[in-house]
């Protein structure tokens, strides 16, 4: 099993940037992607970016140039920094996990709201 716990997230400004992190601990060893997904009200969850053990990257248009994704193997953690936010990022954050098994797993989520 993989546990993953976020942290980081709040309130801030619009055009003002938060980090976000996840840990992962149990099998971190076996976990080949992490990712960020988020989910705002009456929305469906959605994929903000990921990145595999190797440090291959993918992100949502809405994330491209605004958002980097980064990983520390090393210490199982995955990094969300967010630059120039805007109040349509408001959304409960969702950090992901899939190991080489393809088993998904998903932490308690950490809310980011962006005021106007």
């Known amino acids: 099993q993989v546990q993953l716990v976020e942290s980081g997230g709040g309130l801030v400004q619009a055009g003002g940037s938060l980090g976000l992190s996840c840990a992962a601990s149990?099998?971190?060893?076996?976990?080949?992607?992490m990712g960020w997904y988020r989910q705002a009200p009456g929305k469906q969850r959605e994929l903000v970016a990921s990145?595999?053990?190797?440090?291959?990257?993918n992100y949502a248009d809405s994330a491209k140039d605004r958002f980097t994704i980064s990983r520390d193997n090393g210490k199982n953690t995955v990094y969300l920094q967010m630059n120039s936010l805007k109040p349509e990022d408001t959304a409960v954050y969702y950090c992901?996990?899939?190991?080489?098994?393809?088993?998904?797993?998903w932490g308690q989520g950490t809310q980011v709201t962006v005021s106007s």
């Open positions: 990145i595999t053990r190797l440090g291959r990257t």
């Open positions: 992901n996990a899939v190991r080489w098994d393809r088993q998904t797993f």
């Open positions: 149990g099998s971190g060893f076996s976990i080949n992607i």
